[in-house]
Every structure is written in C-alpha cells, then in structure tokens.
C-alpha cells in the first residue's frame, strides 16, 4: 500500500491530532510565540512545547521553525494551518448546533395520540408550540392507546397521548386533562326534547352508530351495555369520529363521541350534543412518557407546554 494511503486508513489521534493540541499549535502560530501562546491557552509553556513536539515526531515532518525571536510556521505547518481555520469554523458551528439541541431550541418530537386528543384542542396547542419553536421538527402519528403505550415502551415514540385508564407498566402517566363524553343524537330524535342529562340506558335500545371495534372507546361501551343486561344495536361500526357524525346525521342511530370531536360541528351538521350522565363519561387523558430525566430537551418543551396550556385553560 503506498505510503499516503496508509495515512489515509489512520486515525486522525495517532498523530497526536486532538483538539487541544491543535489549538495551541494555531495559537503558536498566529501569536507568533510559544510564550504568549502559553498565556493565551493558559497552559504551560513547557507542556505547549512538548505537545507540538509530540505532533511533529508523529507526522513526520516540521510544523515549526523556532528561532530567538519565536517560532514561525514551516511549510507543512501553514498547509495545516490553512485546515485548521476550516476545522475549528466547522466546530464552532458544530458546538452552536449542539448548544442548541441541548437547550431544546432544536430537535425532533415523534409523538402518537389516540382519535380522542386529536379531536380536541390538541392540533391547536401543536400548532402554537411550532410556532414558538420552528426549529423542533414534529412527528404525529395517530394510533389506538394500546399502541401508543408499547410504542413509548420500545422507544419508536418519545410522548404519548392516551387514556389514564390504560395500563401502562415501567411508563410514567402524568395527568393532563379529561375528555367528557356526550351523547351524539339526529336533530329530529326523540331524546333531543328531554330535558337535562342523558342516561347510557336512555341510549342502548336504540340503533347504536359505533366506533371500530379496535377502539377502547367502543368496548367501554359494549362493557357498559352489558353490565345493564343488554347489547348495543351496533347497526355501523367506523374508524372516525367524523364517520360516526356523518352516519348519524344520516339516521342511522345514535352515538356517544367525546365533546371535542362533536360540539364543534353540531350547529352546522344536524346534530344535537347532550352531556352524558354517567360517571365513565369523564375519561382522564394522561401524557405518557418512559422517564422525565431521560426525555429529550425538545421533549420537555413540548410537555411543559402541553401542561402549561391545560392550567391556562382551567384558569
């Protein structure tokens, strides 16, 4: 192999290249003094010496010329001075980068979030959290909450959105909000009329407009049908809430949805929202995490602002 190519396939620190080393020889150089160079990086003049002697003998060659005046750089020390303006501006910008993930100015979020918290205000409190830092980049994938606590679990997702009621082993749950479940009726029904809150058995005789069967929400509701000795009438079966609006508006049955992904659309879709009174209608949603110390800085942004926003909005 010839000789240059060797050098090529040798790490950078067998020849005595580390950054320090490198540092005081540039100092040496453009102070024109090993002396001053010493007080600049305040080391010893003896330990700057032996560190740019020990660089030489490693490459092989001069870098400096020392003479009673101070030191000059030899040919092969202004070559390696010209890489060294180019080194230590990429490290600059490189500390700058790093300085700046550190301090969660920069970074990436891979978030997941059931249909419930995408439904409410959460894309809103997204978007205001972009628009303090533009530089984080996010990541949102919806999923069912099941999902999304294995995906926290083996890491592919850094911060969960699920139900509290969810068991979630080795994670930690922090309380950020409840999402009320209402009953979602046609405009022409005959419970519409009824003054107050709505009972599920007012509900389960009716043709029922469900979620997918994948859905917690759906079995909470099978689970509930049951315990009052009945099953649901499940005529449809969706993967939206906007399915379930839109079937409903059709008559095909009655639904129960959570307020978020119903009030927003009930003046101008035909559909009338009556609070449910039953106490599994308040359903606690938790921000799910593996570790507060171990999130990322971007992370932390992100969940201090998701529970600033919900104190805001209690106040």
Same mark, same amino acid.
Request: hydrophobic residues 45%; neutral net charge; contains cysteine.
């Given at each position: ?35 001053? *160079? *010493? ?62 993930? *550190?301090? &969660?100015?920069?970074?990436? @979020? ?37 999902? @999304?606590?294995?995906?926290v679990q083996i890491g592919t997702a850094e911060i969960g959105l699920v139900s509290a009621t969810m068991h979630a082993p080795n994670l930690q749950l922090l ?30 005789? !009716? ?17 509930? *049908? ?16 906007? &399915? ?37 209608? !308040? ?33």
């Amino acid at each position: 192999m010839p000789p240059h190519q060797g050098l090529r396939h040798m790490p950078w620190s067998s020849f005595g290249l580390d950054l320090v080393t490198l540092r005081v020889f540039k100092a040496a150089v453009e102070e024109r003094s090993l002396v001053r *160079a *010493a007080e600049r990086e305040r080391l010893a003049l003896s330990a700057i010496s032996r560190r740019i002697s020990e660089m030489e003998a490693r490459i092989g060659t001069a870098l400096l010329r020392r003479h009673d005046r101070g030191v000059e750089p030899t040919a092969a020390g202004e070559a390696l001075m010209r890489h060294l303006d180019t080194l230590f501006e990429v490290l600059e910008h490189t500390i700058v980068d790093m300085e700046a993930f *550190a301090a &969660g100015h920069r970074g990436q @979020i891979r978030l997941q979030a059931n249909l419930s918290v995408l439904a409410g205000s959460f894309p809103e409190e997204l978007a205001s959290f972009q628009k303090s830092h533009p530089d984080i980049d996010l990541y949102i994938e919806e999923r069912i909450s099941a999902d @999304i606590i294995h995906s926290v679990q083996i890491g592919t997702a850094e911060i969960g959105l699920v139900s509290a009621t969810m068991h979630a082993p080795n994670l930690q749950l922090l309380h950020w909000r409840t999402d009320h479940l209402v009953a979602v009726l046609p405009c022409d029904h005959r419970l519409v009329k009824k003054e107050g809150s709505l009972r599920f058995r007012d509900l389960v005789e !009716d043709s029922f407009v469900g979620l997918s069967t994948s859905m917690a929400l759906q079995n909470i509701f099978r689970r509930e *049908a049951a315990m009052l000795g009945m099953t649901l009438k499940e005529r449809v079966n969706v993967a939206s809430f906007d &399915g379930v609006r839109r079937m409903i508006q059709a008559g095909f049955g009655v639904g129960i949805l959570p307020e978020g992904g119903v009030t927003p659309y009930s003046d101008t879709a035909g559909l009338v929202a009556k609070p449910l009174a039953e106490p599994w209608a !308040d359903r606690p949603l938790s921000i799910c995490i593996r570790d507060m110390q171990t999130l990322s800085s971007a992370g932390r942004l992100l969940v201090s602002h998701l529970l600033r926003k919900e104190v805001s909005s209690r106040s």
